[in-house]
C-alpha cells in the first residue's frame, strides 16, 4: 500500500469521527493562534517604539538618572540622586545654545471636562518641547517660553483625550480640568496609536514647571540633548558626561540613540521569545491530546489492524496510516490556528500596535506539524506492533 492510499485510509477514518477529531485540533488551533497572536504584539511594539525613536533624527542623546551596568544589562536607572531644572540651565551652558536639552517628566492625570472624566498620561517639558517625543501638532500651537517660566496652565492634547472630551469639537481654547486644575487646551496633537505602557494618545503635554507644582516634585524623569549635528554626537555625549559628573558622579547614563535602539531591541526581542515560548506550552498540551485521542483510537481499531495485517498489511502501513492521521490533525489544526491568530491580530491592531510576521506564522506552522509527528509516534508505533490473531480476537 502506498503513501496515497495511507492518506485516503487516515482521512476517511478521521472524517467517521468529526466532533473528536475538532476537539483533537483544537488544542493546536489555539496554541498557534495563541503564538502568532503574542509575537504579533510583541513584534508590532518593538517596531513602533522603535520607528519613533529612529524617527526623532539621529542626533538625539538620552540621560536618565541612575547608572546602567556596562551601558547594557542590569538597570539600576531610576536609583539615586534625580536630575532637577537647575541641572537643565547647568547643562544648556555647558553645552551652548547651539544644542538644545529638553527635561522630560512624566505623571497619572485624572481629566476631566463638567461630568466626562478619563485617565490620562501628563508628559511635561519645557520650551523646547517640539523637539521632544511627544508628537506632531494637528492644530494649536506649543507653549512658549514665557508660559513655562510663569507655571501657565495650558495643554496640548492627544487624539483621545480629544476623542472623549470634545466629541466632534475643536478643543483648541477650551478648558479642562487635569487633576483637579483647570487648564486652557492650545494645541491638539496627531493620533499615534498604542503602545507598550498603553495608548500613547491620552497624553496631556504641558510646562514642566506647571507640571512640578501639579505632582508636588521637582525631580525630572529624563533629560534629552539635540545635538545641533549628527556628526557632533559622540563629542557632545562626552562634554555631557564631563558636566554633570561632578554633580553626580557615575549615577547617570547617557544613551546615544544606535544605544537606545540597540538596548530597546534587545529587551523587547527577549520580551516577544518568552512570549511565544509562554504560548508554545499550550501546542505542547495539544500534542499530548494528539497523542492520547490517537492511543484511544488504536483501541478502539484493534480488530480493525488485526484484519488488515491478516490480509496481508505489512507494520509500515499501519504505522504510515496514523503517523499520518496525527499529522493531518495537527496541520490542520495548525491552518486554522493562523486564521485565527492573524485575525485576532488584525482586530488588536485597533487597541495595540501589531505585526504579523512571516517568521512567526512559519515557526508556528511547522512547530504544529512537528508535534503531530512526534506525539503520533508512539501510538502508531504501538498499532503497528499489534500482533494480528491477537487483535483479531479482540472485543
Do not use: C
Amino acid at each position: 500500500m502506498n503513501l496515497l492510499e495511507s492518506f485516503r485510509i487516515a482521512v476517511r477514518a478521521l472524517s467517521a469521527n468529526k466532533v473528536r477529531s475538532a476537539l483533537t485540533m483544537l488544542g493546536v488551533i489555539i496554541g498557534v493562534a495563541a503564538v502568532i497572536l503574542l509575537v504579533s504584539i510583541g513584534t508590532g511594539v518593538q517596531s513602533q517604539i522603535t520607528g519613533q525613536i529612529a524617527g526623532l533624527g539621529s542626533n538625539l542623546l538620552f540621560v536618565i538618572p541612575g547608572k546602567i551596568g556596562g551601558g547594557g544589562g542590569g538597570p539600576e536607572a531610576g536609583a539615586g540622586k534625580k536630575f532637577t531644572l537647575d541641572d537643565v540651565a547647568y547643562l544648556q551652558t555647558r553645552l551652548g545654545a547651539d544644542n538644545r536639552v529638553i527635561p522630560e517628566l512624566a505623571g497619572a492625570a485624572d481629566l476631566r471636562l463638567h461630568n466626562q472624566t478619563m485617565n490620562g498620561q501628563i508628559a511635561a517639558s519645557n520650551e523646547n518641547v517640539a523637539d521632544a517625543a511627544l508628537g506632531t501638532l494637528q492644530s494649536g500651537r506649543w507653549y512658549a517660553r514665557g508660559e513655562v517660566v510663569g507655571a501657565s496652565r495650558v495643554a496640548v492634547i492627544g487624539s483621545n483625550v480629544r476623542d472623549t472630551l470634545f466629541p466632534g469639537q475643536d478643543p483648541i481654547g477650551a478648558t479642562l480640568d487635569v487633576n483637579g486644575q483647570p487648564f486652557r487646551v492650545i494645541g491638539l496633537l496627531e493620533k499615534k496609536g498604542g503602545g507598550l505602557g498603553g495608548s500613547q494618545d491620552n497624553l496631556v503635554g504641558i510646562p514642566i514647571t506647571t507640571a512640578q507644582q501639579l505632582l508636588g516634585s521637582r525631580d525630572i524623569s529624563e533629560l534629552l540633548v539635540r545635538v545641533n549635528d549628527a556628526k557632533n554626537v559622540d563629542a557632545t555625549k562626552a562634554l555631557t558626561e564631563i558636566a554633570l559628573r561632578p554633580r553626580y558622579s557615575d549615577q547617570f547614563t547617557v544613551f546615544t540613540q544606535a544605544q537606545t535602539l540597540s538596548l530597546l531591541g534587545t529587551i523587547l526581542g527577549t520580551l516577544t521569545a518568552m512570549l511565544a515560548g509562554l504560548a508554545s506550552i499550550s501546542l505542547l498540551v495539544g500534542g499530548i491530546g494528539i497523542m492520547n485521542i490517537m492511543l484511544v483510537s488504536v483501541s478502539e481499531r484493534t480488530r480493525e489492524i488485526g484484519i488488515r495485517k491478516a490480509v496481508g498489511a505489512r507494520t509500515y502501513d499501519i504505522l504510515s496510516q496514523f503517523v499520518i492521521e496525527a499529522i493531518v490533525l495537527s496541520l490542520l489544526g495548525g491552518t486554522v490556528g493562523i486564521l485565527v491568530g492573524a485575525g485576532g491580530a488584525l482586530a488588536l491592531s485597533a487597541f495595540v500596535a501589531t505585526k504579523v510576521t512571516f517568521w512567526a506564522v512559519a515557526l508556528a506552522f511547522l512547530f504544529s506539524a512537528a508535534v503531530g509527528v512526534f506525539f503520533g509516534v508512539y501510538p502508531a508505533w504501538r498499532a503497528s506492533r499489534l500482533d494480528p490473531i491477537v487483535a483479531l480476537r479482540y472485543e
